[in-house]
């Protein structure tokens, strides 16, 4: 069975949000830990979030969970640069990750578990979630593209890695358009509250 990480990014400055969206109540808790209680469902027992914007305060809110935590002190440049803090942390033994985004936390672990078992049967190195031809999250990605990560310009992010290597890549079909929406503004938050 392959060793498969999962790295949430979780940290921007919710500019949009205009406050730390992490930290705002979805299901009865902390968007954050709603997001990492889907990870633990999905069977990952080995997780890292990424943490940038409100360390200290993001810390507090998950210091009593099962993981792991790295600091992306590059965050203001962007989400690539937490895949890279994410994948920068990640132990040899690592075969590949999982990327969840922080602001996803609607995205429920059946979704993880159906692109593990793509990655588990497919000789693919990438895979990535669809709904109805639109890519989505969470994507795995294997250990072997972990030096390209690293330099990588992230401006470019991982859609360069993604047209350059298209032939390594398997999309899975996701019957859920909930991979396709994240939470970036107060009207994208309060429409996911009333859905959930």
Known sequence: MPEIYAIILAAGKSERMGKNKMLLPFRGKSMIRTVIDNVMQSGIEHIRV???AYREDMMAAISDLPVE?????NY???MYTSVQCGFRNLPATADAALLFLGDQPMVPGEVARQIIRAYQKSEKGIIIP????????PVMIGREYANLIETSVPANGLHT????????????????????????TEYDYNEEIKLN
């Open 50 to 52: 990424v943490l940038g």
């Open 76 to 78: 203001e440049q962007g």
């Open 161 to 184: 890695l993604f047209a350059i290597h298209k032939n390594d890549i398997q999309e899975v079909e996701i019957d859920t358009p909930v991979i396709l929406r994240d939470i970036d």
């Open 130 to 137: 669809v709904h109805r031809g639109k890519r989505g999250h």
């Open 69 to 73: 935590s790295c600091y992306n002190a």
